[in-house]
């Protein structure tokens, strides 16, 4: 059974950067795609990120050209930089390997307010 572990999550000011980070605890071979969910107070849990196999990877359309998302196949990990944070950002953050398993982090809390 695979599990990701996230870090990177905390307290930040409007317009700061936080980096989030996501390790499967087994090797992965590069395959299936990684996302970046985000659940704010009362709020639905939406996809903020994608990215496949090869590196391509889209975005919702409130965090393009502030938010990037990677991977690194050869550590079976994938990161979320998050600059230019703004309150609305706020929310729990969950990564999600999607293959023939739906898997899911633990969730790490991101909180932007000055």
């Known amino acids: 059974q695979v599990h990701l572990v996230e870090s990177g999550g905390g307290l930040v000011q409007p317009g700061g950067s936080l980096r989030l980070s996501c390790v499967a605890s087994?090797?992965?071979?590069?395959?299936g795609d990684w996302a970046w969910h985000r659940q704010a107070p009362e709020k639905q849990r939406e996809r903020v990120?994608?990215?496949?196999?090869?590196?391509?990877?889209t975005y919702i359309g409130s965090v393009k050209g502030r938010f990037t998302i990677s991977r690194d196949n050869d550590q079976s990990a994938v990161y979320l930089q998050m600059d230019t944070l703004k309150p609305d950002d706020t929310g729990v953050y969950y990564c999600n390997w999607i293959s023939a398993m739906n898997t899911w982090g633990q969730g790490t809390q991101v909180t932007v307010s000055s």
């Open positions: 087994t090797y992965l071979r590069g395959i």
């Open positions: 990120a994608l990215i496949g196999p090869d590196g391509s990877a």
